[in-house]
């Protein structure tokens, strides 16, 4: 275990977890009916909020007696071994995440959100429990909820680090959510999700079907299909991630397309229902939505509106200080997140060498205005061996294409080149990796147009020569 999750572990063990808002009015109104609730009663409330839902089991665990050798696995089963009144009074005094977070609305926001794809999680897992006639359908349901409590615990504890690997994953197209975790915290997810489990005590049976290391199991399949349909269906009905999705769904299920498409649809307009206790709109209300990218006010996240030296620093950091593992894909996002947000360079693109020196692809592009500039990732530009591109590959060596430079450096651009950098001043570097020309690192001002003062150069240049050195130093560039 790395020293940075043992302090993250520390920090969190010693901070109150706080509940939903709405599950705290939802457990004063049960306390004023004491006499007529039951414990199913109770599940129900505590089933809806995944901050509550780990605070039960904590202290359920941390309440066993000796002679329980069985883990408590359900809430139900948590409130019938400690009694209702027991239970109600260890609960009568909960903080809630919207005071806890009032003075941070971005973490606010963040933690929402995954809160809301948790409830979509359960009630995909609920549903997929059903039909597989799964007779302790609670157990997978927590572990569907309490899947991306790491993502969720990390909101209010480091809400700007957070922040950064949502703008890196969706930013990057095709970057792993993994790599991304590493680049920025030193470990995923996941890494932390079972060191928690592991220092909270939490019962194995939940551990397991959290873990997604242990799909051969039909129920850890439950909970992995079950969250990556909530993580998907976040960005709307058409995610392309969405139909391997569904593929999966039938396999496990013997259903048929539009059987596993009604499922999902049935189980989201269920999870609509709980949408007021965060406030993020469901994605059942999405169902009109055309196919595109989601509109602004779906977005997940605010992004950074000012260029910030701070971020690019911090950034550029991050990538000097990555760990081996730490793979290329990440390392070049991250370069490019530092140089649009930490620089204000409106579009950034990394593209590789065809093994043939005869063009380049892109790899990553990161815009400012994605709803107006077409994403280049995956686009093929020739090299004609004598252009500005071309010319540049032969040793590591860069380019600010403004003020009197501009029109001679323009003119040795062929017309597909021209084309992607528009009308306005760019910058581009070489990239030379084991003694073969590798890459082009170009930022520019999108289609728009417009001036890069000439002192951008030296931070681009460095951040492209910082990026060099570690993916030359590294494991993995391809």
Known sequence: MSADIVQVVE????????????????????????????????????????????????????????????????????VMMHGIESFMGQFSAVTTLEDTLASDPMALQGALHVVSRSQHAAAFARSIAAQ??????????????LHDLA????WFHAPRDELHVQCLVNEAAGLRSASAQRLVFGFTHGELQLALAEAWHLPNLLVRLMDDEHADHPRVVNVALAAALARHLSHGWHDPALPDDYTRLQKILNLTPDGAYRLVRQAGLSASRQWKSTGVRPVGTWLP?????????????????????????????????????????????GTLFGLHFGLGLERVCYLDVAPDAASLQVRFCV???????????????????????????????????????????????????????????????????????????????????????????APFK?????????????????
Do not use: C
């Open 151 to 154: 993502e969720l615990l990390l």
């Open 11 to 78: 920090a969190l063990g010693g901070r109150p977890i706080p509940v939903l808002a709405a599950t705290a009015d939802a457990l004063g109104k049960l306390r004023r009916e004491m006499e007529k609730i039951s414990a199913r009663d109770i599940s129900r409330v505590v089933l809806r909020d995944p901050l509550l839902t780990l605070e039960v089991l904590r202290y359920a665990q941390q309440r066993r007696s000796a002679r329980q050798s069985a883990d408590i696995t359900t809430v139900e089963h948590a």
């Open 367 to 457: 815009r400012t205005n994605a709803a107006m500039e077409p994403s280049l990732r995956g686009h093929r530009f020739p090299l004609s061996g004598t252009d500005l591109f071309s010319r540049l590959l032969p040793r590591m060596q860069g380019v600010w294409a403004g003020g009197e430079n501009r029109p001679k450096l323009t003119a040795l651009l062929l017309p597909e080149h021209r084309e992607m950098l528009g009308e306005g001043d760019f910058l581009v570097m070489s990239f030379h990796l084991n003694g073969k020309p590798a890459g082009l690192l170009v930022a520019d001002r999108g289609s728009a147009g417009g001036r890069i003062p000439e002192s951008l150069y």
């Open 462 to 478: 460095a951040a492209s020569m910082a990026l060099a050195h570690r993916l030359t130093t590294g494991s993995a560039h391809g």
């Open 132 to 145: 597989r006639h799964d007779v302790e359908s609670d157990e997978v349901t927590i572990g569907a909820l």
């Open 289 to 333: 939505m055309e196919e595109g990218r989601v509109l602004a006010e779906y977005a997940t996240l605010p992004f950074p509106k000012a260029p910030d030296p701070t971020m690019f620093k911090s950034t550029m950091g991050r990538v000097q200080a990555a760990l081996p593992a730490v793979d290329a894909d990440a390392l070049i996002a």
